[in-house]
């Protein structure tokens, strides 16, 4: 039988998560509770879609429309995900898909769609210029082996956060973590996401997240939000409030949450998400050992159109981001959920 494009319906959410689970192309971004997630916490229009054939999912398609008047309009697989684009197991399920995408995009009107892909850009689609990496390196699960594979001055400041005393707790506690992040954004100059959001996650992938929170003199210090997938942990939200910095309690917190992953759920790659380059970000990351991946970002524009560049890279931010860190918690907590909303 001929494939069939169809938009997404309820009654598909189990076949459509197993058929991610199942194949190796998709990745955690791909899973379906995402959509309900990207529409209640931020309320953009979703438009997900998946190729059948015999009655089976041959491959799906998460899409979302994000709208708003400070960023403009774009329609991306997927926002505030770090990989995305259609995934399928026959090439003529991948042709329906993207063909699908691009008629969506002219029926609905949208300027741009954006396909974040993680190992390369869909043949014919222009990319963006080298903007995000990604950083992935596999773990055994034997915290001795794992430890001995961080670079010496990396490994040094872990062990520094051991011997001040700091320990960790693995729990779901999202608003705790909201605290902490909070102030750890707003001091980067960064609009914080709204607490739903996080809460939003948490009740998404009930058996797929932890938050790993680091004490000192039991005192919260480092927190940070988790997914697993398959044999993958995922280290997503996370920050430290000042005192972190003079403990060490952000690098105590990753080995953490790699020495948990490993040993407690099989977890055998550990994906430290994405940096752009030239930030402190991706200096720790590769501190850590890992190599950067470029992102491979691809793109198609309605005529006239041009790509928005909304990056703290871009000068124009540069003032913006110098007041944001100026502002008291309490106000930035209030005014970021409204624009981050479009910077996803």
Known sequence: MAVRIREWEPSAGKAWDAFVQATPEATF???????????????HATHYAFAEQDGAIVGVLPLARMRTRLFGDMLISTPFC?????????????????????????RIGAPSLEFRR????????????????????????????????????????VRKGIQNGLTSVSDGDTDRLHRIYAESVRNLGTPVFSRRYFRLLGEAFPGAHDVVTVLHEDRPVAAVLNFHFRDEVLPYYGGGTREARAVAG???MYWEVMRRAGSERGARMFDFGRSKSGTGAFDFKRNWGFVPQPLHYCYQLAKGARLPEHNPTNPKYRLMIAAWRRLPLPLAKLLGPPIVRGLG
Not at 29 to 43: D, N, T
Not at 82 to 103: D, I, K
Not at 120 to 149: Q, S, V
Request: charged letters at 25%.
């Open 250 to 252: 952000n690098d105590f």
């Open 29 to 43: 971004f791909h899973l379906a509770p995402w959509r309900r997630v990207i529409e209640e916490a931020f309320g």
């Open 118 to 157: 993680l190992h390369a850009a869909d043949p014919g689609w222009p990319e963006r210029p080298a903007l995000y990496n990604t950083f992935r390196k596999p773990i055994t699960g034997d915290g001795e082996t794992d430890m001995k594979a961080i670079p010496r001055k990396q490994r040094a400041m």
């Open 82 to 106: 770090v990989y995305g684009g259609p995934v399928a197991v026959t090439p003529e399920a991948a042709e329906a898909l993207e063909a699908h995408a691009r008629r969506l995009m002219h």
